[in-house]
């Protein structure tokens, strides 16, 4: 659990938007840093916004490889191998993967809709070769 004293990084600088951002905003998200493209407030390199869950205070965090020499980076807030079994993480690993598995889902019923509609476009394949045949057309010189 992070302690509000223990929450390193008071605010973040939107490169997009040129407007501060603390902890307490209800609009920002995981995602927000790129849509804001939020940096860090002491040494402006990127970092992301970590939602409160339970007794944990919402703060930002500075990404694995970013603020290395940042006063602001606590010891807590290193982002070492434990941050992949971090149950934020899971979940905002987890919000990721049910958007890309809707989106295969989506699309494998748009192209099964196709397949069955498969016996049309070959009847009109069939119907353009025998234009083609029929109206002697040359399709090499039809095509340049």
């Not at 849509?35 to 409160?52: D, H, M, Q, V």
């Not at 980076?73 to 919000?95: G, P």
């Amino acid at each position: 659990m992070k302690a509000e004293s223990e929450v390193s990084i008071p605010f973040a600088i939107s490169m997009f938007l040129d407007k501060e951002f603390t902890p307490d905003d209800d609009t920002l998200n995981y995602e927000s840093y790129k849509k804001l493209g939020l940096t860090c407030g002491k040494c402006r390199e990127l970092i992301f916004f970590k939602p409160g869950r339970g007794e944990r205070v919402s703060h930002f965090s500075h990404f694995k490889d970013t603020g290395k020499g940042c006063e602001w980076k606590t010891k807590n807030n290193t982002n070492t191998s434990n941050q992949d079994t971090d149950s934020e993480s899971r979940e905002q690993s987890l919000e990721k993967f049910q958007i890309k598995f809707k989106g295969i889902i989506e699309r494998a019923i748009i192209q099964y809709q196709k397949i069955s509609s498969s016996q049309l476009l070959r009847q009109q394949i069939e119907e353009g070769k025998r234009l083609v045949a029929e109206y002697n057309i040359n399709i090499e010189a039809w095509l340049r």
